[in-house]
């Protein structure tokens, strides 16, 4: 995105420094790295980092108006209310595309946001190799508003661990040994000092939970949840698993209710011009004329699943429960990062921490995803080089 450290960056790349760099990720948790990890970074320029953080603000004026809790009610599906939820969640990200705007110029439009983790831990280690590995100028960080790989992980371990114990705080996942992000929850560990736990091996005794850490029955206290429960519900074999929407004596970190409200279901309420229009399909009276331009969307889905890129109007008949499905005004991603063998898109992942006290979250790192298929994410760009999760260095201005 900034002509003159791309030139550079290409110029000086090879295939034996680029081995030399993915050994050293691999070596973080050897056999854990499940998803590719791409060739190049992504440096972003001042201008750029600034629109998607002012678009940001915007929809945090959204969420933390005091109506937002009553109008994204019906975005938690009853099946999966959990009680106890908190004020607000620990935890945001938002998705930009690096798009193209009428004028042939870059732009940010959001693509979807989430009240839910995502590598948080993972990326302090992979962003500090990746700045190694890049050369990186020193006018360029991967963290926003001051921070850096110390204070940001003070933070993550203020809001995930706390004043507790970490021996009684657990990333909770459904079977986690098989998730292709388990690089980040042996970050985690790393990081924290708290223990991973499948939901099979979690023992409820009353309104108490416990996991075995050692062999020894140890009260869980608090949940750093990585449990996407789209996800729980496609699970087969999980046998007599315990219901995580009793009231349990547990804090949750974040509360699973916040991935629901935060979320797809949020987009039809905000208004910026790096946020693309967006409708419920049961509110629409009438449909675009021009469907092709927009993108059809299910609420409840995760990773992409279910989304139809080329909308007709047999795909609109076809949906029985319009109330849970989005219509997406569809944004052109910008073929923005040079490669040897064809140019790539980007999408940047900020992350945002809301720290107990803080009237608003703050944006504090990222993530990058680079691909040459129709989306963003792996099963789209099998057997592509150039593509993968990255990270995004920012311009400081």
């Known amino acids: 995105m ?3 450290i791309r030139e550079k960056f ?37 201008d750029f980092t600034k629109n998607m953080l002012d678009a940001c603000e915007d929809i945090i004026d959204v969420i933390v108006d005091p109506q937002f809790n009553k109008i994204t009610e019906r975005g938690i599906p009853d099946n999966v209310k959990v009680p106890g939820e908190t004020n607000h969640p620990e935890f945001l990200v938002f998705d930009f595309g690096v798009c193209e705007n009428s004028e042939a110029g870059l732009e940010p439009q959001l693509i979807e946001m989430q009240g839910f983790p995502t590598l948080f831990a993972f990326q302090v280690f992979h962003s500090e190799l990746t700045a190694a590995y890049a050369n990186l100028p020193a006018n360029f960080s991967a963290y926003l508003n001051g921070y850096n790989k110390e204070s940001y992980t003070q933070l993550l371990k203020e809001i995930i661990v706390g004043d ?7 990333l909770l996942e459904i079977f986690p040994e098989q998730q292709k992000t388990r690089i980040d929850f042996y970050c985690t560990e790393q990081l924290l000092g708290i223990k991973t736990v499948c939901l099979t091996k979690l023992i409820a005794e009353g309104n108490k939970l416990y996991y075995m ?13 990585r449990v996407i429960f789209d996800d729980l519900q496609k699970q087969e074999g999980l046998g007599n698993v315990i219901d995580l929407t009793k009231p349990y004596d547990v804090e949750w970190v974040p509360h699973p209710n916040w991935f629901y409200r935060i979320s797809k279901f949020t987009l039809p309420y905000i208004i910026n011009p790096h946020v693309p229009q967006t409708y419920f399909l049961n509110e629409l ?3 675009p004329g021009d469907l092709e331009n927009y993108v059809l969307k299910p609420l409840f889905s995760f990773a992409g699943m279910g989304v139809v890129i080329d909308v007709t109007q047999a795909d609109i008949d076809a949906v029985k429960d319009p109330e849970n499905w989005i219509l997406q005004k569809k944004v052109k991603y910008a073929d923005v990062i040079k490669t040897p063998d064809g140019n790539a898109k980007a999408e940047i992942r900020l992350f945002f921490f809301w720290k107990k006290g803080w009237l608003r979250p ?6 990058a995803r680079l691909s040459k298929g129709k989306m963003i994410g792996t099963r789209y760009n099998k057997n592509k080089e150039w593509v993968g999760g990255s990270v995004a260095f920012f311009e400081k201005g």
């Open 2 to 4: 900034i002509k003159e």
């Open 164 to 170: 507790m114990d970490p021996e009684n705080v657990i």
């Open 10 to 46: 290409n110029a000086a790349f090879t295939k034996e420094k680029y081995d030399a760099y993915m050994q050293k990720i691999e070596a973080l948790h050897p056999g854990s790295l499940d998803f590719r990890n791409a060739e190049t970074p992504v440096f972003v320029p001042a």
């Open 362 to 367: 703050k944006a504090v790192h990222n993530l």
């Open 213 to 225: 850490n050692n062999g020894i029955k140890t009260p869980v206290k608090r949940i750093y949840n």
């Open 285 to 287: 009276k009438q449909m």
